[in-house]
């Protein structure tokens, strides 16, 4: 599977690369976009569009910058990229239900560590009910949370 890892790259982004590394040990391919600013939204969505991966994850971790990401979310939207948007990070996981209640471009919120949960998404996108860790709109359209795994999580669960 193909997936992009966007966040902010003003120095090399160690939390992107330990994911980027776990999807690829699995046989994924992975491309990280940068994005150090909301003047890189046109180049960002170019980007991802050009690469054109199921799954986008969103590294929101600096609240300053939210609403930049958000407006990352609606700018690949619009631009009609239909793959999966995961945001991460502590402000993400933080505002999970309200980032999925105020922001329909997202489609889940990863809480806690993200290699593991970055690989599990990566391996069962069609299992996100039982991956551990995410938040994601239920079938009604309102915000689930499955319970966040304290070990690592183990792929045999998710058959």
Do not use: W
């Amino acid at each position: 599977m193909k997936v992009a890892m966007v966040g902010a790259e003003l120095e090399e982004n160690l939390a992107l690369r330990y994911m980027a590394s776990a999807l690829e040990s699995r046989g994924h391919e992975v491309e990280i976009v940068p994005f150090n600013s909301g003047e890189d939204l046109p180049g960002a969505v170019a980007q991802i569009n050009r690469f054109d991966p199921e799954i986008t994850g969103l590294s929101m971790i600096f609240t300053g910058r939210a609403r930049e990401f958000c407006r990352l979310a609606e700018g690949l939207r619009h631009a009609a990229y239909q793959g999966h948007l995961i945001a991460g990070g502590h402000f993400a996981a933080f505002n999970c239900e309200r980032l999925l209640n105020e922001h329909p471009a997202f489609d889940s919120v990863g809480l806690g560590e993200g290699e593991n949960l970055i690989c599990a998404m990566a391996d069962h996108l069609d299992q996100i009910e039982r991956i551990p860790g995410v938040c994601y709109r239920g079938p009604d359209g309102s915000p689930m949370t499955n319970p966040i795994a304290l070990t690592r999580i183990d792929p045999l669960l998710l058959r």
